[in-house]
């Protein structure tokens, strides 16, 4: 098993950014596939992005050009980082190792307008 541990959530203002990491328990993590998915108070959890294990790199429409997924292998961490935060981005981040369908606890992110 694969344990993901998210941080970096926090509250900021709009406009602010916040850099959200996920680190993977073993180093198994380099063959996965590794996505960064958000849930607000009452939607569906929604993919935000995606990095294969050649470091191709995905983003839904409401985030491009303002967010960027990292990994890291070596230190086993794949990295959110978030800028120009809209009230909208306002929501609970998870890590998932999409190989294994693994998820990490999650993080909140507040975006106060």
């Known amino acids: 098993q694969v344990q993901l541990v998210e941080s970096g959530g926090g509250l900021v203002q709009a406009g602010g950014s916040l850099r959200l990491s996920c680190v993977a328990s073993r180093s198994i993590f380099s063959f996965s596939d590794m996505s960064w998915y958000r849930q607000a108070p009452g939607k569906q959890r929604e993919l935000v992005a995606s990095?294969?294990?050649?470091?191709?790199?995905n983003y839904a429409d409401s985030v491009k050009g303002r967010f960027t997924i990292y990994r890291d292998n070596a230190k086993k961490t794949v990295d959110l980082q978030m800028n120009s935060l809209k009230p909208e981005d306002t929501a609970v981040y998870y890590c998932?190792?999409?190989?294994?369908?693994?998820w990490g606890q999650g993080t909140q992110v507040t975006v106060s307008s």
């Open positions: 990095i294969t294990t050649g470091s191709s790199t």
């Open positions: 998932k190792a999409d190989h294994f369908g693994f």
